[in-house]
């Protein structure tokens, strides 16, 4: 069993920057490949970027790429989201999630993922 938790969100304005936090626990983090994803309102889940198990390879969603940065630190079993020039539309509840074993590489689909966290809201004023 694998337990995320997400933090770091809030209410920030057009332009700020946040970073976001997930922690687990129950296994051995360090094996494990992470994803980030979020949900609009009204929207599907989308992905936003993923990391290998030592943090040596990230892959990002397009709309995504020059201002996120994903990273980890296995020794706090953790994994986090810089996120800088926020936008409007970048409001979503962001999720962390634990790829599934055997996946291929880059998991991208919400289906590649077997644990999630509960969310954390990111809201982003005009």
């Known amino acids: 069993q694998v337990q995320l938790v997400e933090s770091g969100g809030g209410l920030v304005q057009a332009g700020d920057s946040l970073r976001l936090s997930c922690a687990a626990s129950?296994?051995?983090?360090?094996?494990?490949?992470m994803g980030w994803f979020r949900q609009g309102p009204g929207k599907e889940r989308e992905f936003v970027c993923a990391?290998?198990?030592?943090?040596?390879?990230?892959y990002y969603a397009d709309s995504m790429k020059g201002r996120f940065t994903m990273s980890r630190d296995n020794a706090k079993n953790t994994v986090y989201l810089q996120m800088n020039s926020l936008k409007p539309e970048d409001t979503a509840v962001y999720y962390c999630?634990?790829?599934?074993?055997?996946?291929?590489?880059?998991?991208?689909?919400?289906?590649?993922?077997?644990?999630w966290g509960q969310g954390t809201q990111v809201t982003v004023s005009s």
């Open positions: 999630a634990r790829r599934t074993s055997g996946i291929q590489w880059p998991p991208v689909y919400a289906y590649d993922y077997d644990y």
């Open positions: 129950g296994r051995t983090f360090s094996d494990d490949n």
């Open positions: 990391i290998n198990w030592s943090g040596s390879t990230t």
